[in-house]
């Protein structure tokens, strides 16, 4: 018979037994579970590895490892006369373990995998609910009955089953397995069958919160936990200062904001490193003549420019003669992952996610101005094209990442004038890499 417990009940409160006392063989932390939020989450992840002495050398020089190759690329050296990061960047699997820590499980991150709804218009009525993975963290996103949205690691505090799928609408979460139930405020609300259990206190053992923040349409989560549990998710400032930094301004009167339609989403997956895509994303146009060549009759190459700022870079161009296109492109990289096109009445968002050192995802979702949203062959004739440029892009990509795992090369040049917003990338890598 399920146990009911009501989220004020405290059983009992007490230290976590360790794990040296749970297995014997590994050093555990001695700390309170009311304590684990995804503050010490990320912190507990690297304890529970590095404390392990089976593992603690092999972890120590694997870090080093990496933080040797983290020097093999000088940011300060001027774009002129700078190389490349080493292939190894982009090929060594401890490397990219190593890059999913301090680049993607800290800061702000724009979320999609797997997930047809990412964007607030879909989690706009409470209940809603969408679920996604990041590098190792499956998180799950909703808006709970009092209309806030929040997130939570989507993992069942029981056995650590998933907990939750896909996308759509629930009241709570049931965990398939056996059954323990969490609200959408994260509390535990029943755990079944736990008649006779001891130092078990309830509260500790609610759902780990993800701080999330909405900017515009889109749903961003950050695994540093530093916000008080009272914040506003929509709090602009805080996305706008440390995420777009100075650019926000610049976005909205480009025309990236909620009043676009959302038409739908398509996914590649690619065999290449996740900054292959991103590298070619931000060469300032420099490819387009040559493997985009249906795409570069629709732009005035000549007029080509990037700006970067803290942590985004701008390429704008003039359009030509295309409806698609329009009159001008603007094409914004958000470190580290996210770009957001905006060309004459279309907008799309490419989301590139991590799957391995040589795999990733690309999500690209689409959105049109509302009044062109029902007309059918204006859509279908400008998809066709747009996946033209992905597929080109999808064999650069690949090609690109075969010749990283070459013994013949190891480290590239710049072209100064056009590559400067995949250098302005790469310098914010290190530093993000380094600390
Ligand atoms: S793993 Fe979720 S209830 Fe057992």
Same mark, same amino acid.
Request: proline fraction near 4%.
């Given at each position: #018979?399920?146990?009911? !417990?009501?989220?004020? /009940? @405290?059983?009992?409160?007490?230290? =976590?037994?360790?794990?040296?006392?749970?297995?014997g063989h590994?050093?555990?932390?001695q700390?309170?579970?009311?304590?684990?939020?995804t503050e010490?989450?990320?912190?507990?992840?690297?304890?529970?590895?590095? $404390?392990?002495?089976?593992?603690?050398?092999?972890?120590n020089?694997?870090?080093?490892?990496?933080?040797?190759?983290?020097?093999?690329?000088?940011?300060?050296?001027?774009?002129?006369?700078?190389?490349?990061?080493?292939?190894?960047?982009?090929?060594d699997?401890?490397?990219? +373990?190593?890059?999913? +820590?301090?680049?993607?499980?800290?800061?702000? =991150? &724009?979320?999609?995998?797997?997930?047809?709804?990412?964007?607030?218009?879909?989690?706009?009525?409470?209940?809603?609910?969408?679920?996604?993975?990041?590098? @190792?963290?499956?998180?799950?996103?909703?808006?709970?009955?009092?209309g806030k949205v =929040?997130?939570?690691?989507?993992? %069942?505090?029981?056995?650590?089953? !998933?907990?939750?799928? *896909?996308? *759509?609408?629930? @009241?709570?979460f049931?965990?398939?397995?056996?059954?323990?139930?969490?609200?959408?405020? *994260?509390?535990?609300?029943?755990? @079944?069958?736990?008649t006779?259990i =001891?130092?078990?206190?309830?509260?500790?053992?609610?759902?780990?919160?993800?701080?999330v &923040?909405?900017?515009?349409?889109?749903?961003?989560?950050?695994?540093e936990?530093?916000?008080?549990p009272?914040?506003?998710?929509? +709090?602009?400032?805080?996305?706008?200062n440390?995420w777009l930094?100075?650019?926000?301004?610049?976005?909205? %009167?480009? *025309?990236v904001?909620?009043?676009?339609?959302?038409?739908?989403?398509?996914?590649?997956?690619? +065999? %290449?490193n996740?900054?292959?895509f991103?590298?070619n994303?931000l060469?300032?146009?420099?490819?387009?003549?040559?493997?985009h060549?249906?795409?570069?009759s629709?732009?005035?190459?000549?007029?080509?420019?990037?700006?970067?700022?803290?942590k985004?870079?701008?390429?704008s161009?003039?359009?030509?003669?295309?409806?698609?296109?329009?009159?001008?492109?603007?094409?914004?990289?958000?470190?580290p992952?996210? #770009?957001?096109n905006?060309y004459?009445?279309?907008?799309?968002?490419?989301?590139?996610?991590?799957?391995?050192?040589?795999?990733? /995802?690309?999500?690209?979702?689409?959105?049109?101005?509302?009044?062109?949203?029902?007309?059918?062959?204006f859509?279908?004739q $400008?998809?066709i094209?747009?996946?033209?440029? /992905? #597929?080109?892009d999808?064999?650069?990509?690949?090609?690109?990442q075969?010749?990283?795992?070459?013994p013949?090369?190891?480290?590239?040049?710049?072209?100064?004038?056009?590559?400067?917003a #995949?250098?302005?990338?790469? /310098?914010?890598?290190?530093s993000?890499l380094?600390?």
């Amino acid at each position: #018979m399920a146990a009911m !417990i009501g989220s004020g /009940q @405290t059983i009992k409160t007490g230290l =976590q037994p360790t794990l040296s006392h749970q297995r014997g063989h590994c050093r555990f932390y001695q700390t309170p579970i009311s304590t684990l939020t995804t503050e010490n989450w990320r912190r507990r992840r690297s304890i529970t590895v590095a $404390s392990c002495s089976l593992h603690h050398n092999s972890e120590n020089s694997l870090k080093s490892h990496c933080e040797k190759l983290v020097h093999e690329f000088d940011p300060e050296v001027p774009i002129e006369k700078a190389l490349t990061p080493p292939s190894s960047w982009y090929t060594d699997a401890s490397f990219y +373990d190593f890059e999913l +820590d301090r680049v993607f499980y800290r800061g702000w =991150q &724009a979320v999609g995998q797997f997930l047809p709804l990412r964007y607030t218009e879909q989690i706009k009525e409470p209940r809603d609910f969408f679920t996604g993975r990041l590098g @190792t963290v499956e998180f799950v996103v909703c808006r709970d009955e009092k209309g806030k949205v =929040q997130a939570f690691h989507n993992v %069942c505090r029981h056995h650590a089953s !998933i907990l939750a799928s *896909g996308s *759509g609408q629930k @009241t709570c979460f049931v965990c398939p397995y056996h059954g323990w139930t969490y609200g959408l405020d *994260g509390a535990l609300r029943k755990a @079944t069958r736990i008649t006779g259990i =001891q130092n078990f206190n309830v509260n500790e053992f609610g759902l780990i919160a993800i701080d999330v &923040a909405v900017w515009g349409p889109f749903v961003l989560l950050n695994l540093e936990r530093k916000m008080s549990p009272d914040y506003d998710v929509g +709090d602009n400032d805080l996305v706008e200062n440390e995420w777009l930094g100075s650019t926000s301004e610049l976005l909205k %009167c480009g *025309g990236v904001d909620t009043s676009l339609s959302y038409l739908f989403r398509r996914e590649y997956t690619i +065999d %290449c490193n996740w900054k292959v895509f991103c590298d070619n994303y931000l060469d300032g146009g420099y490819h387009v003549p040559y493997a985009h060549k249906g795409l570069a009759s629709g732009l005035e190459l000549d007029s080509y420019s990037t700006t970067t700022y803290e942590k985004v870079s701008i390429q704008s161009c003039a359009g030509g003669s295309t409806e698609r296109v329009g009159s001008k492109a603007l094409y914004a990289f958000i470190y580290p992952n996210f #770009m957001i096109n905006r060309y004459g009445p279309w907008m799309d968002t490419n989301l590139v996610v991590p799957l391995g050192p040589r795999k990733c /995802q690309v999500i690209f979702d689409y959105f049109i101005e509302p009044h062109l949203k029902d007309d059918k062959s204006f859509i279908e004739q $400008s998809l066709i094209d747009s996946e033209k440029v /992905q #597929m080109e892009d999808i064999i650069l990509c690949d090609g690109v990442q075969r010749g990283l795992e070459s013994p013949a090369y190891c480290s590239g040049r710049y072209a100064p004038t056009v590559e400067n917003a #995949m250098y302005h990338f790469h /310098q914010l890598l290190h530093s993000n890499l380094c600390m």
